[in-house]
């Protein structure tokens, strides 16, 4: 799915969609960007932590391939901030840059493990 925010094209993913990427091992970088504690108090499988204030400190070496798949998520629908680091990712030049809205929220609550 692509909604557009602000007039800028963002790329939405779904629980079902994320749930066949990890299920699969496909080869993709999933990116909580919560606070480091928040990631620590429980994270999706094979997610990473990027808070989005380190951003554009910490993506040169965390996510040195702008061409690859990029999923982000933050807390539930109402958090901004996934939707937030997919704007600067793109500005930043990653051109597979998706946003997963539900995050930790909608995982769980379809009886999905955090980690």
Known sequence: MIAYMNG????IIAKEGLFELIENREDFILVEVLSKESYDAGHLPMAINIPVDKIQDMAPTQLPDKQK??????????????????????????????????????????????I
């Open 69 to 114: 798949l990029i999923v982000v998520y933050c807390s539930d629908f109402l958090c901004t901030a996934s939707t937030g680091a997919t704007r600067l990712l793109q500005s930043m030049g990653y051109v597979n840059v998706v946003d997963y809205k539900g995050g930790k929220d909608d995982w769980s609550k379809a009886g999905l493990p955090l």
């Open 8 to 11: 800028q094209k963002i790329k």
